[in-house]
């Protein structure tokens, strides 16, 4: 594995501008609570790929990454796509934080203050 990852394959392209237009409701919600460096400064991407994977945000400053995950993801193939997936970006010193798709509406300020937390500062 190469030290630094691949961002932003041209080959995702099309697949990260789909992923984009066709947002969950969960997705919408935290990207209007983080976008426009509105928190403490950070600048975040939606739908950003590292090597083969699209994640849902990402912080480059940081090296955060935020993923939201509804039913989908709660079965053992899913889990393990994603448990493989963190093993890949964490050796790229790349953090990932994971929220049930239902934080977002009932609790979103742990949510905001748990991507905080994870910031380096």
């Given at each position: 594995m190469p030290n630094k990852p691949k961002h932003n394959d041209k080959f995702l392209k099309g697949y990260r501008k789909d992923l984009r237009n066709n947002q969950t409701s969960a997705e919408t919600r935290l990207w209007i609570m983080i976008k426009n460096k509105q928190l403490e400064g950070r600048k975040f991407r939606r739908q950003h790929s590292i090597d083969n994977f699209i994640v849902d945000f990402y912080c480059p400053s940081e090296k955060l990454v935020i993923e939201l995950d509804g039913q989908a993801h709660y079965n053992p193939v899913s889990e393990n796509k994603d448990f493989e997936r963190d093993f890949v970006l964490?050796?790229?010193?790349?953090?990932?934080?994971?929220?049930e798709n239902k934080m977002i509406f009932k609790q979103p300020e742990i949510v905001i203050n748990a991507i905080k937390s994870a910031f380096k500062k």
């Open positions: 964490k050796k790229y010193d790349i953090s990932v934080l994971r929220f």
